[in-house]
């Protein structure tokens, strides 16, 4: 497979993500994608960087694990609240309604945050991308970003599979 020349109107997408101190980037430019750290104080410069040209890329391996902090944080901050708040309900439905009502809706707001966090957790994950080149290889997260999945595949001249 040869990689197409750069499209004139490509656009350049670009990630950003933090590690404990630092930001990491990544950028999908027309000629190739580069990958780096950006430096601490701002967030805009780029400390290093590795670039892969589209020709240059041997491999490119996309997967995706659980997302176990918002499972945790789904389980250690909302679900206790949800659960409160259904069980304070039950006990106020027969004196206040009113506030049984108000209980209730606390509960299910919670209740919905729960399953948004667990979802995105566990169903979801963190999708990554292993791409390896003749002088260089990086990893990218990119689950906030669809589009970087296939526009990646298309510069390099491949053909996109599903996102895991």
């Not at 491999?59 to 659980?66: E, F, G, M, N, T």
Request: glycine share 10%.
């Amino acid at each position: 497979m040869v990689a197409p020349p750069p499209h004139p109107s490509a656009f350049p997408i670009n990630l950003k993500w933090s590690i404990v101190v630092t930001y990491r980037f990544a950028r999908l430019d027309p000629g190739g994608v580069t990958s780096g750290t950006l430096d601490p104080v701002v967030a805009m410069a780029p400390i290093d960087q590795v670039g892969i040209a589209y020709p240059d890329v041997v491999s490119i391996a996309v997967w995706r694990k659980l997302g176990w902090v918002d499972c945790l944080i789904g389980a250690l901050v909302p679900l206790p609240i949800a659960l409160f708040s259904i069980w304070v309900a039950i006990l106020a439905a027969a004196k206040s309604p009113g506030v049984a009502g108000t209980f209730g809706v606390v509960a299910l707001v919670f209740g919905l945050l729960t399953f948004y966090l667990f979802r995105r957790g566990a169903v979801i994950g963190r999708r990554q991308a292993r791409i390896v080149g003749r002088y260089g290889s990086f990893t990218v997260p990119f689950s906030t970003s669809p589009a970087f999945h296939q526009e990646l595949f298309r510069r390099c001249g491949l053909v996109t599979p599903p996102v895991p």
